[in-house]
């Protein structure tokens, strides 16, 4: 089965730097759009960040801060947080859209990782 794992999280103080990472394992072909989510407190799950193979887009809360990037030979997808705020603190999911065999059947879906926590104090 295909599965993504998130690393990376914790607690940093406000102006300090945190990089995640996220994972991807499973009989893998192909794997498209890369992101990264965030739900705040209280708040509803928004986009961060998303990569593609050729394209980055971003967060206008986020831009010139955060900078994603991936490592296509390792299925790994990562995201650079730079000079954090108390506002960034948040679980982050992982989020890609991968082909892969499962169950014996080739299928495209949109596969989770299972969420980090950062917290940013000010």
């Known amino acids: 089965q295909v599965q993504l794992v998130a690393s990376g999280g914790g607690l940093v103080q406000a102006g300090g730097s945190l990089r995640l990472s996220c994972a991807a394992s499973?009989?893998?072909?192909?794997?498209?759009?890369m992101g990264w989510y965030r739900q705040g407190p209280g708040k509803q799950r928004e986009l961060v960040a998303v990569?593609?193979?050729?394209?980055?887009n971003y967060a206008d809360s986020v831009k010139g801060r955060f900078t994603i990037s991936r490592d296509n030979a390792e299925n790994t997808v990562y995201l650079q947080m730079n000079n954090l705020k108390p506002e960034d603190t948040a679980v982050y999911y992982c989020?890609?859209?991968?082909?892969?065999?499962?169950?014996?059947?080739?299928?495209?879906?949109?596969?989770w990782g299972q969420g980090t926590q950062v917290t940013v104090s000010s």
């Open positions: 989020n890609a859209a991968i082909r892969a065999v499962v169950d014996g059947y080739w299928k495209s879906n949109d596969y």
């Open positions: 990569i593609t193979s050729g394209n980055t």
């Open positions: 499973g009989n893998i072909f192909r794997i498209n759009a």
